[in-house]
């Protein structure tokens, strides 16, 4: 387990709430652990669903521990900086990735990187802390050796 | 459809920068107005259905505006969710409890004071997620607002369709032109290329143009029975059909699709409740939080092909003369942004009959889509002058 950066880019203020239904999610981040929600039947599922839409099952949530890497499916570059809960000084990108189980997150960096992220980069994510808490986002060194494009 | 109601009042209130009024005296401006316009009394109203108000502000109108606005016993009274499908969802909740006897005269009302001085609309709008659940965790890693979620949809759609960034700029272009005819824009004057490309990212793809113009504001929009209708100022406006789709918008695979599923179906719903399609609507008004929703949903309703949409705006097609005016007060962008009030507004004013500068020839049949969440809630309500077959 890597130690969580100290963050570039929000200031605590934008720290999440550790209630529910984050806390099962923020408690395993916290410890370098991305887990993540699932059906009984192993299928993927929000962080606040209660019935699966595969199979209709609607047990508790099973969290597991999922692999870091992920796929960008799409990005943005947020130029406003909004100073409640921004600290970066620059524009900064937000990513939409897909991780191998299949779950999706909107993530940014964990410093600023040096080139944009294009739809099918391979990425790897990582922690830094906001606040008391402990969130994802992708590692920036693994992205720029595994990139697929420019 | 029963003909049992129509839209008799209007009341708009649009505060300058400098008036930060409360959201209740806003709406009670906004209501006697209404009231004049609809040539009745306060008294009258025996029913207030309130649009609950989707930001984080502190001042509100709530169910006390009953006690407030001295409205004495009403027979309906609620406030009522549907995102930024709300206010065309009351229009036609009114109509049905008058078609069911349960009120005569009802008042829809919408007002919004988030804006306080010193505080701008971008800090109102990035708080409003909050910080739990998915909402709270996509905060935390900094994508903010609205604006960042639309920024992807604008990002998958300009990646999955043949659709360019320009597209996005023909639209506000468009826009602009039609709020040169409305007194309530924010802004009246041409919008050039070298503006627009001027205008700085918010959340790239997405410009400071091609966001919506929120203001500090209400408005009070009075249904009532058909034969009360005839004593307003203006023509009584007909309430032709309407319709609802939610769909659920997952964040795991199998994936969701990034297209409004579900618009087009609400809006053939709503215009075949009077048999009609596509074809027989004179004005759309069309909920413009940014300048990719016409596009997308003039895409969807079948006015253009997918990711054809911006040659369509840029051919005239959405402007005055063209084959859907669209959006003809300047829409959300370019004129202002109260929520799901701007576009019902404009089609009542377009088939009154009173757009001014703006007006299109006989209008008679306005079509109004309206969006909410992430593309996740659509509804169309159809408005007539005739009354629905
Ligand atoms: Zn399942
Ligand atoms: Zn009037």
């Known amino acids: 387990m890597k130690a969580a950066l100290e963050d570039w880019l929000v200031l605590d203020a934008a720290a999440p709430s550790t209630d529910e239904p984050l806390r099962t999610f923020l408690d395993g981040a916290a410890l370098g652990d991305l887990r993540l929600p699932f059906c009984t039947n192993g299928h993927p599922l929000d962080f606040d669903q209660g019935r699966c839409e595969q199979d209709g099952s609607s047990d508790p949530p099973v969290w597991e521990s999922v692999p870091s890497q992920a796929t960008v499916i799409a990005s943005i570059v947020m130029h406003r900086i909004e100073k409640t809960f921004v600290k970066a000084l620059v524009p900064y990108p937000v990513i939409e990735v897909e991780l191998v189980s299949g779950h999706r997150l909107y993530v940014s960096t964990d410093r600023e990187p040096a080139l944009s992220y294009q739809t099918g980069d391979e990425v790897k994510l990582t922690f830094v802390s906001v606040g008391e808490t402990r969130i994802p986002r992708i590692q920036v060194e693994e992205h720029n050796e595994n990139r697929s494009g420019q | ?389």
């Open chain 2, 1 to 389: 459809m029963t003909a049992a109601a129509a839209i008799s009042g209007v009341g708009l209130v649009v505060a300058e920068r400098d008036d930060f009024s409360t959201a209740t005296t806003l709406a009670l401006r906004a209501i006697d107005e209404a009231c004049a316009d609809a040539g009745i009394a306060i008294g009258d109203i025996d029913g207030l259905l309130l649009n609950h108000n989707e930001l984080l502000a502190d001042d509100k109108v709530t169910l006390d505006i009953g006690r407030q606005g001295a409205f004495g016993e009403l027979r309906l009274l609620y406030e009522l969710n549907a995102k930024g499908t709300t206010f065309s969802v009351l229009i036609d909740l009114a109509r049905q409890a008058i078609a069911a006897g349960r009120a005569n005269t009802v008042v829809v009302l919408f007002a919004d004071a988030a804006m306080r001085p010193g505080v701008g609309s971008g800090a109102a709008f990035a708080a409003m997620g909050g910080s739990r659940g998915q909402r709270g965790l996509e905060r935390s890693g900094g994508m903010l607002g609205a604006v960042a979620a639309y920024a992807f949809l604008a990002a998958h759609y300009l990646q999955e369709t043949p659709a360019t960034a320009d597209d996005l700029r023909a639209v506000a272009v468009a826009q602009r032109e039609w709020a040169k005819g409305n007194t309530f824009a924010r802004t009246r004057t041409t919008l050039t290329n070298d503006e627009y490309l001027a205008s700085p990212f918010v959340a790239e793809p997405l410009r400071r143009l091609d966001c919506a113009r929120p203001v500090n504001g209400a408005a009070a929009v009075i249904v009532t029975t058909a034969d009360r209708a005839g004593s307003g100022r203006h023509r009584a406006v007909h309430i032709a059909g309407a319709a609802q789709r939610s769909i659920e918008r997952r964040r795991h695979a199998p994936v969701s699709p990034w297209e409004p599923v579900g618009a087009a179906e609400a809006f053939a719903d709503a215009l075949g409740q009077s048999g009609m399609t596509a074809a027989d609507v004179n004005v759309l008004q069309v909920y413009d939080p940014f300048t990719l929703v016409p596009l997308i949903l003039l895409e969807a309703f079948g006015y253009a092909e997918r990711g054809g949409a911006g040659d369509f705006v840029r051919a005239g097609q959405t402007g005055p003369g063209g084959s859907i005016p669209t959006n003809t007060g300047g829409g959300q962008v370019s004129s202002y942004y109260l929520q799901g009030v701007t576009p019902v507004i404009e089609a009542i004013t377009q088939l009154r009959g009173t757009g001014g500068a703006r007006q299109v020839i006989d209008a008679s049949v306005a079509a109004i889509a309206a969006v909410g969440g992430r593309l996740e809630h659509h509804s169309t309500l159809v408005l007539d002058l005739e009354v629905p077959r």
